[in-house]
Each structure stands twice: as C-alpha cells, then as structure tokens.
C-alpha cells in the first residue's frame, strides 16, 4: 500500500511538472507561430520554438528565484518603457529593456544570494534537451508529411524535453556549473527571462493594436488562439511524464 508521504510526493511531481509543461507548451505553440507567419518553414519553427520554450521553462523549473528576479525585471521594464515612450513602441526596444534590465537585476543578486554556475548549467542542458526534440518533432512531422494538432505537439515536445533533461540533468549539470562564474549565470539567466517577459507583454499587451496593420494583427490573433491548446498540451504531456519518472525512480524532492 502507497504510503501518505509517497501520495503526496507523487501529487506534487504531477501539479509541478503539469505546470511547468503548462508553461513550456503555451511559449512553444505561441513562438512556433510566430516564426511561422513570419515564413520560416520546414526543421526552423519547431526546433526554435522547442530550444526557447526549454531554455526558458527550464529555468524556471530548475532556478527559480533567479528566473523570478528575470521575471519580475522584464515586467518593470515593459512598465516603465510603455510609460516613458507610449504605445507606439516597437518590439526590438521593448525587448532589449527588458533584456538590459534583467541582466541588471540577475548580476545583482547573484551578489547578494552569492549565487553558484547552476542556473546558467541548468537552462544550457535545457537548450540541448531543446534541440534534440525541435529536431525529432522537425523530422517526424517532415516524415509523416501529416498536420498534427497544436495540443498534440506541445504534449509530444514537454514529454521528450522533459524524459532528456531529467535524465541528463544528474550527469551534466553538475560538471557543468563548476566551470561558470556565478554572477554571469544568474545574470544572463535572468535576462533571456526578463527578454522573454517583456516579448510577450508587447506581443500580448495592447501595443500590438497600435503597432501594426491589419494583417499583421489577424496573425497576432491567431498566435493567441494557438496558446491555449499549446498550454493545455503542455499541461497532460508535463503531468503525464513527471508521473511516470517519478514512478522509475527520477525523484522530484532530490532535484536541486
């Protein structure tokens, strides 16, 4: 019989990994579209969309304070850029603020946290992980020449990102982060997140209405409806592959 304590580990494995694979498909779905309208086809849409999606959910996952300090900064600078310049900013600024103003925040407190090589290691084996599905989903779409739903992708992509990182996370990152300067690592971490965040507040804020034409607004629309399912996607594929490497062994309270 299942103990109580195991029970609750094994509910929290599915809430966090679902979550987190919540998290993964919306950013994968929602990138995979845009690089579509913007005419990149064949391997590039899903290889970009998956390695970004898994830089990003990865630290999250594996750094969080760091990924929240990125967080918190990307949502200041989209703030205060919108105050200073209006509504009619472009992408490019919005996201370089918030770019600039993470990596700010993140070399801070990596001096005050004193903070290790690890988040900088743990979103690097996110990018590998990344790659190697982006290009599996790039060659079994191009085999099976077949349109595959948006849920059913990011299901399929959180599952192999997640199954790869977790299995190399424990040879990897360990060897990895005693080679990079701590205050570089939580710094450039938490500028891809704050970049991320002021992305998507300009993609998903009202700037968008203003910013661009009437084509350009019809794909921005369907970017967001392609986010939902993406999450949704996300969220069973996430739930279903922390499960079951929770059950062979992959313990989610000895991650670190």
């Known amino acids: 019989m299942i103990s109580k304590d195991r029970f609750a580990t094994i509910v929290m494995t599915a809430v966090v990994w679902g979550l987190s694979g919540g998290i993964f498909g919306a950013l994968f779905s929602g990138l995979y579209q845009i690089l579509s309208t913007l005419g990149l086809s064949g391997w590039q849409p899903p290889v970009v969309a998956a390695t970004a ?26 703030i205060g850029a919108l105050i200073l310049v209006g509504n009619d900013l472009g992408f490019p600024p919005m996201a370089a ?66 199954t790869l990182f977790q299995v190399s996370d424990r040879w990897i990152v360990d060897h990895v982060a005693a080679l990079l300067p701590g205050g570089l690592s939580a ?9 991320l965040v002021a992305s998507s507040i300009w993609v998903l804020g009202g700037t968008t209405a203003f910013a661009l034409g009437g084509a350009a607004s019809d794909a921005m629309g369907q970017v967001r409806q392609e986010i939902g399912p993406g999450f949704l996607g996300g969220l069973l594929g996430g739930a279903v592959t922390g499960l079951v490497l929770e059950l062979v062994g992959f313990h989610l309270e000895d991650h670190s």
């Open 97 to 162: 603020a918030g770019g600039i103003t993470g990596v700010a925040a993140g070399g801070f407190y990596a001096w005050m946290a004193e903070s290790g090589g690890r988040p900088l290691a743990e979103a690097l084996t996110g990018l590998l992980a990344g790659l190697i599905a982006g290009g599996a989903l790039a060659a079994m779409v191009t085999l099976t020449e077949q349109q595959v739903s948006t849920l059913v992708l990011a299901a399929g992509v959180v599952a192999l990102v997640g």
């Open 53 to 78: 999606a898994a830089v990003t959910t990865t630290a999250f996952y594996s750094a969080m304070p760091v990924a929240l300090t990125g967080a918190m900064a990307g949502v200041l600078a989209s």
């Open 187 to 195: 710094a450039l971490v938490a500028g891809l997140i704050a970049t």
